[in-house]
C-alpha cells in the first residue's frame, strides 16, 4: 500500500506556512481531512511517522507553526496563541478545505481549541492530545523553559544525537537524530513566548465556546493532565470525550504509537489502519 508525501509552502494570515501532506493510494474522499499541529519544539517532519500511518486512510497535513520548520520566523512576527489559531484556519482556507479535523498535540491542543473559538464551525472535530492545562493561579507545566532554551541554542552550533541523549534519554537513535536535525528551526522567540503564554493564557476559557465534537487524549505517565484536571474540563465542556495511554509519556506516540491509534478509535470517522 503506497503513500505519498510531499512539502509545501502557502502564504497564509500573512506569513508563509509550511506543510507535509500525506495521502496513500486507499485514502477516502468522504473523510475530512486531519491538520495535525505538533507542540512547541516539533516541526512537522518530526511528526512524519504519524503522518505515513493516518495518510493510509485520511488526506492528512502536517503544519509547521510559525517559527519552527520550514515556516516563516523573524524577530517581528507575532507568536502569540491568538495568530497561531488563525495561521491554521487560514492555512486551511489557502488549500480549499472546507471541512478538516484538528489533531494537535501539546501546544498543537491549545492552538486547536483557540482555533474553534475564533472561528466558529470551521474545524469539524477537535483532537487534544496531552495538551498543557497551566494557567493564571493553576500549577506550572512539567517542563521547564531552560530545557527547551539549552537545546536549541546547542543545535543552532550544531549537535548530533549523542548530544541530544542528555535531552531526550529514553528516545530511539532514529527520534534523536531527527531531532537533533531539526531542533535548530525552532526560533527561540517563539519558543519563549509558547512557553510563556502556557502560564499567562488560560486554556480552560475557550471551552465553554466551543461546540464541535472534541476528544482529549491523555498520557498516562506524562503528568501534564490529571484526574481532577479531566474532570474540570468536563464540567466546562459535558460532551467531552476523553482516552488515555496509560503507558505513554507526554510524547505519546514516541512512546506509545498504537496506543494513539486505539485512542483515537473512529473519532474520526473510522479507524487508523
Avoid at 89 to 103: D, K, N
Avoid at 190 to 204: N, P
Avoid at 212 to 221: H, V, Y
Avoid at 234 to 240: A, C, F
Wanted: glycine residues 10%; hydrophobic residues 40%.
Amino acid at each position: 500500500m503506497s503513500n505519498f508525501r510531499y512539502g509545501g509552502n502557502v502564504r497564509a494570515n500573512g506569513i508563509r506556512q509550511h506543510y507535509l501532506r500525506y495521502a496513500g493510494e486507499s485514502v477516502r474522499s468522504d473523510l475530512d481531512p486531519i491538520v495535525l499541529v505538533p507542540g512547541i519544539t516539533s516541526p512537522a517532519i518530526t511528526w512524519g511517522f504519524v503522518g505515513e500511518r493516518l495518510g493510509r486512510t485520511f488526506d492528512t497535513y502536517i503544519l509547521d507553526v510559525r517559527g519552527r520548520g520550514l515556516s516563516e520566523a523573524s524577530d517581528a512576527l507575532d507568536y502569540g496563541l491568538d495568530a497561531q489559531a488563525d495561521d491554521v484556519v487560514t492555512f486551511a482556507e489557502a488549500l480549499g478545505l472546507e471541512r478538516y479535523s484538528i489533531l494537535g498535540h501539546s501546544m498543537g491542543g491549545r492552538i486547536a481549541m483557540r482555533a474553534a473559538r475564533r472561528h466558529p464551525g470551521h474545524p469539524t472535530r477537535l483532537v487534544l492530545v496531552d495538551p498543557p492545562v497551566s494557567g493564571p493561579g493553576r500549577r506550572e507545566y512539567p517542563s521547564k523553559l531552560p530545557w527547551y532554551m539549552d537545546s536549541i541554542a546547542e543545535a543552532v552550533l550544531g549537535m548530533d544525537h549523542d548530544a541530544m541523549r542528555a535531552y531526550c534519554p529514553t528516545w530511539t537513535e532514529e527520534q534523536l537524530r531527527l531531532r537533533a536535525e531539526w531542533l535548530h528551526t525552532c526560533d527561540a522567540r517563539a519558543i519563549r513566548q509558547s512557553f510563556e503564554e502556557f502560564h499567562t493564557t488560560d486554556f480552560h476559557s475557550d471551552f465553554p465556546h466551543v461546540d464541535q465534537p472534541t476528544l482529549l487524549i491523555r498520557a498516562g505517565k506524562g503528568g501534564v493532565i490529571l484526574d481532577e484536571d479531566e474532570a474540570e474540563l468536563r464540567g466546562l465542556m459535558p460532551s467531552l470525550q476523553s482516552a488515555t495511554v496509560t503507558d505513554a509519556g507526554h510524547m505519546i506516540p514516541w512512546d506509545d504509537e498504537e496506543g494513539l491509534y486505539r485512542a483515537l478509535g473512529d473519532f474520526l470517522g473510522a479507524a487508523v489502519a
